[in-house]
């Protein structure tokens, strides 16, 4: 089956510098990326999504890359902010719903003010 | 609209019992996934459910189950209960399921004694 395959587990930063975050799958059937936040406590929240027809993806601060050839992705953040340090899940999925979804076991994101 | 639902947040059951969790989706949301996590393996799909029918399935025994009403509310049954089995329990809902923003649930933190 798929497999999602994360780094770094864990991550430091400064305030104002950027953030990569590296994921591989395993599975070259997947289509569907999607990368969560998670907030300690709280639930995962979906930042930023990309499908396979696609190669790059951009929101504000955050964006997405995805290399179907090496079957990697990887969500970059600039101009990092306290409130981004959270966990990260960067996730794949083949199924035509794009529901079940295979995650990487995360990246926790500091960012040091 | 109100946000995905998750009932009951907290239980505590002993091993050889079983155990049922409900989620109601966003209203209007069709599909429901159901995800396992843990420290030690993250988040893990169960299964997903839309229109009353099981789409996807994980990899998890047969002990976990679940099913969707017509309403698009969803329960999830974990029977003969074991150690590991302990864990948050998160649903997550989205329209059709066809790679769409899944949104999730506060999750159910069980605990198996």
């Known amino acids: 089956g798929e497999n999602v395959e994360q780094h770094p587990s864990t991550l430091s930063v400064q305030e104002g510098d950027s953030a990569v975050i590296k994921c591989t799958y395993s599975d070259s059937a997947s289509n569907y990326f999607p990368w969560y936040k998670q907030e300690l406590g709280k639930r995962p929240q979906l930042i930023i999504d990309i499908r396979s027809n696609v190669g790059e993806k951009k929101d504000q601060r955050i964006a997405v890359t995805l290399n179907k050839t090496a079957k990697h992705f990887s969500l970059h953040i600039t101009e990092t902010q306290p409130e981004d340090s959270a966990v990260y899940f960067c996730?794949?999925?083949?199924?035509?719903?794009?529901?079940?979804?295979?995650f990487g076991k995360g990246t926790t994101l500091s960012v040091s003010s | 609209k109100a946000g995905v639902t998750q009932t009951p947040r907290y239980l505590i059951k002993t091993r050889g019992q079983q155990v049922t969790l409900s989620c109601s989706p966003i209203?209007?949301?069709?599909?429901v996934s159901w995800y396992q996590q843990t420290p030690g393996q993250g988040l893990q799909f169960l299964f997903e459910?839309?229109?009353?029918?099981?789409?996807n399935k994980g990899n998890f025994p047969g002990r976990f189950s679940g099913r969707q009403f017509s309403n698009s509310r969803s329960e999830m049954n974990v029977s003969t209960l074991e150690l590991g089995d302990s864990a948050l329990y998160l649903c997550a809902s989205s329209l059709s399921g066809l790679k769409e923003t899944q949104y999730f649930g506060p999750g159910t933190r069980l605990l198996v004694l």
């Open positions: 459910y839309f229109s009353e029918t099981q789409r």
């Open positions: 996730a794949a999925s083949k199924d035509q719903a794009g529901t079940a979804l295979i």
């Open positions: 209203s209007g949301h069709r599909s």
